[in-house]
């Protein structure tokens, strides 16, 4: 069975250090290793991807529709400025679900648009890294049956 590709945007690679108060203390291993053990007990593998790149995100999300069988994905900033991201989704077949560490609409105003929102069949934000279980718990009952 194809993974469930974990993709996550510019600044993530320093959850743990980077405002605790608002990321948490969790490191993105952290993180990988909590979509691992979501998975398992589903029958599921998890491929896990950071970068600081839109065009790298971009790419991965081109060879999903090949390669994964859904996609959860913290896009960080990128939520709130790129529709190239949000196009590269439209063409996957698969289930998205979007993830957000923070509340994103208890901050800055220009948090509170995604546009990855838009292709999401899911969206959880406010719930800290626990939220990356929840997608992946959702990823599984998208794709059950």
Known sequence: M??????NGPNLNLL???EPEVYGRETLADVEALCVATAKPHGLDVV??????????????HEA??????????????THTSIAILDALNAFPGPVVEVHISNIHRRET???????SGRADAVI?????????FAVERVARL???
């Open 2 to 7: 194809k993974p469930i590709l974990v993709l």
């Open 16 to 18: 743990g250090t980077r």
């Open 48 to 61: 896990c991807h950071q970068s600081n790149r839109e065009y790298e995100i971009i790419d991965w999300i």
């Open 65 to 78: 529709r090949e390669t994964a069988l859904a996609i959860v994905i913290n896009p960080g900033a990128f």
């Open 110 to 116: 220009f948090r509170h648009h995604s546009y990855v």
């Open 125 to 133: 934000a406010g719930a800290g890294v626990q939220g990356y279980a």
């Open 143 to 145: 794709t059950k049956g």
